[in-house]
């Protein structure tokens, strides 16, 4: 065959792929397409060619558009991607995302726009990286009534607390994972909690067909963790994690993102390192976890392409219409609290006696002297936040109480 | 609407799902098809029904055939199974199967039957019950370049082994095994290691595209290990599984199914009870992990309803044509090895004598004397098996050597 003829017979197999952002994702993106085209053409019979890229310096959004058969949106951030993706999609292109922002907080246009005009939209990468978690909840999952997810979503925290968890300070930590490419210059989108929570908004629209904006998702950071919380959750048999939650609680959704102490059996408490996790369970399936790395270059790219395969296959469906559940505000936990305290008679009772008006029941305690002063590390039943909220409240207001007391979540039940 | 009017817009919508086998799976497949209809429905906007049902007794399969858009079939074994499917596909029907030993017996010919008749084949619950591996081989990393597959495919020899890791004889494990329902009466198929085979003769095929027969997979299983394994191996910081591997290695692809014990940071380690986990790695992702429960009447409905819906979507082909790798069968391990000698002067020297004339570096050893015996506990570094084997025969040749030397893999990676 001349190479006239293959050049022609490649261009009438060839799957377009037009590429808006070419950033790391994007160039490890384009990169992974050309090394792998061969193998996808075997499998497939069509080979994906990327025919136009866009950046801000150079592309016509138009002309990329005319030429695709599918635009793949790596810019991130609201606009131009929402513009871009809604064009497209009207213009009947299937489209892939890795934009967390946008669908956290516009996924409902997306979603109706791709239902509208019969098009497919995937954003795996958008979730947990290389981690297949909104397949597994979109297919593998789609007929299973699912009762909660529980994720580590957010490789930058995981990092820096699998640090902490080794006796780094929350900043050396911090250090750590800048130096080492984990976390960017500026840290706050992921150290809030609000990235973790973005996630969370698109995870629990797919597990629970509720429409959750970002807005709606409450979240805490690790900002203000100490070293001693890790330190005495440790003598309790806790590990700690920033733990996105979505569940069925109280006939509604509950929603959120905050540092939660597990106990040493659950699936994610094994999970360090910049890594990603999520369990979800049923009562059908008792649970499935999946873990693997979080966001980054080659494994979201991986990631993306796979998304483009699963539009060349024909499968893949724009979400369902949503089925709203009430969210839920104010939800039952168990808690961490640590108080650092006067070392005096009386203070034990006196803190018992206000947690027992607010109906907050102790389980463990820990009680250390320290000269003048002492620590009460305790982990209570689960009690409704707002009632232990007004309890440590009113526990704060104690003379003999010498900091402000600190409560974060655990998750207690023990698994297999 | 009058009642008549809704029946027959439920028949125009209609999915019709014909059923071989009504078991224990085909018993709860077809109480949560009934259960989630509603969902699938109001997702998808065909509603599935049950419009036959084959049993031993009653049904016939060519009425079942002719009344259905999909055959799901979880009869098991060879024959009918078989003829069924393939009769099925040749009739342009689309079906879904759980049946492991069909597929890693017939995978082929089922594969090239359903590309050539431009079907869907779907097999998910074949493989490690709910935990979704075929989607992650063939869809989520159809575009990444695999380097291994490790997993934890067989549920009741993983519950035993976590029995005999806290303190319980292998007899003993069994027995609470077959009195919780993990094993059945004959266990004989899981804790030789062939189910497990099986298993890892269909993700090979996924991960690699080369097509492996179950008598292609070497396996061994575990009931000739000693709980003495157990407790040295402990000391050696190592925990006990019963391991799959599918991977490249010298140019081909390894299979095989053997004990294996693990660093306790390896992301299989901490799998325990009656579940599944698989783990696959490549450079692209480092590496992805799954775990969830393994065969048995509910998550494996749902596995099997997750087919269908996807199906029903209009995703999901056949795996591509086969790709030859040639099959390796003597691959590098690291080997935990277990000697029981006398108590005397230069046993160490001579077991390490002949060990280095083999080749077989020593990475660590534990001596313990008891009275007149002593044990020799050690780890190797990698070493081709065809050397090890050579070299515990010569060592157990030593008229001190007073039972049978065992030798069990080690995987020596430390993950993050």
Redesign the interface.
Known sequence: MSSDAQGAAATTGAFRVGLLGHGTVGGAFSD??EE?AD??E???GRRPVITGVLTRSRGDFEEILAGSDLLVELIGGIEPAREYLLTAMRAGKDVVSANKQLLSQYGEELFETAREHGVRLRF?AAVAG???VV??LE???????IDSVHGIVNGTTNFILSEMAHGSSYAQALAEAQRRGFAEADPSDDVSGRDAAAKMAIIARLAF?TPVHLEDVRYEGIEHLQLDDLEYARELGLGLKLIGTAERRSGGLSVRVHPTFLYAGH?LA?V????NAVTVE????????????GAGG??T???V??D???VM?????P???P?PLQLVEDVESAFYLHLDVADQPGVLAAVTQVLGEHEVSIKSVVQRGMGERARLVMVTHPVLESSLRLAIEQVGAFPFVRAAPRAIRVIEEEF?
């Open positions: 992974l397409l792998r193998e996808i075997r499998f497939n795996e290389a981690v297949p397949r597994l297919e593998s999952l789609a007929a299973t009534p067909g699936p094994s360090s390192g910049p890594f049923s009562g059908m399936i008792t649970e499935i976890t999946m873990s693997g790395p080659p494994g790219a991986s990631a392409l796979g483009v395969v699963s296959t024909g499968g893949a469906r979400p369902a219409p089925l297999l």
